[in-house]
């Protein structure tokens, strides 16, 4: 039983990091960024003081933290007790009987039997998660999830404030109600709004300073300068 709840709160903890660097993804931080810092925050093992104010500089991040160390440490004692009472031996019980086999473990033998089965199945999972494939589509999907129930608001690119009136700079994900869906750059008057279009991103592809007679599809990403209050609302109606 202790042997079964320690493989649950594996996976558990696994998929709660997952979520947890999606999270932080989410709000801008980079990937690899984004992973180390749920790692982080889940083992409690903290960060540097400038990846710290990364986290304490934003209201949605801390939230997140608060998440993850919470749980982390909840998840890390059952762990610890779980892992601990697989490998002790039941001196209590007469040991245990392999079916069909006719064959009976002592106590001892089952505990080193539980610590060979957790370090395949650490590996096991291990592999699975740095598989890219399967991790690809575990992280898509939990990322569709949180975006449709609106958990984390969604920042793709980290929101600067430059200058004093809430100027900054922002990527923006092109959605199908957009007001300058399928317009060019001059067509859409973005800059009638005060919004410099910096870059486009299309299909893994980005085009630094886009000329004015360029089209905007669905799906692009526009990387552009303006007043952040107002960017999404020109360019992404949701």
Not at 19 to 47: D, P, R, Y
Not at 91 to 110: A, E, K, N, R
Request: glycine share 6%; hydrophobic share 50%; with cysteine.
């Amino acid at each position: 039983m202790n042997l079964l709840l320690f493989i649950v709160m594996i996976l558990i903890s696994f998929t709660a990091i997952r979520i947890g660097a999606i999270a932080f993804e989410l709000t801008g931080l980079e990937w690899s960024l984004a992973k180390f810092q749920a790692l982080s925050c889940f083992t409690g093992t903290g960060f540097t003081t400038k990846e710290a104010e990364l986290i304490t500089s934003n209201p949605q991040r801390r939230k997140i933290a608060s998440f993850l160390m919470v749980l982390g440490n909840a998840g890390l004692v059952t762990l610890i007790a779980t892992f601990a009472n697989s490998l002790r031996p039941a001196m209590d019980m007469p040991g245990m009987i392999i079916p069909f086999l006719g064959v009976t473990l002592s106590p001892h033998s089952v505990a080193w039997i539980n610590l060979a089965v957790i370090v395949v199945f650490l590996y096991v999972i291990y592999r699975i998660f740095m598989y890219t494939k399967i991790t690809r589509k575990l992280t898509d999907i939990i990322r569709s999830r949180i975006i449709k129930k609106d958990i984390v608001r969604r920042v793709t690119f980290e929101e600067l404030l430059v200058a004093t009136g809430g100027y900054g700079v922002s990527q923006i994900d092109i959605c199908e109600n957009s007001p300058i869906l399928n317009k060019t750059i001059l067509e859409s008057e973005l800059k009638k709004e005060d919004i410099i279009i910096l870059a486009i991103e299309r299909n893994g592809e980005t085009m630094p300073n886009p000329p004015a007679e360029t089209k905007i599809f669905f799906g692009d990403k526009i990387i552009c300068f303006g007043k952040l209050g107002s960017m999404r609302r020109k360019i992404c109606v949701t």
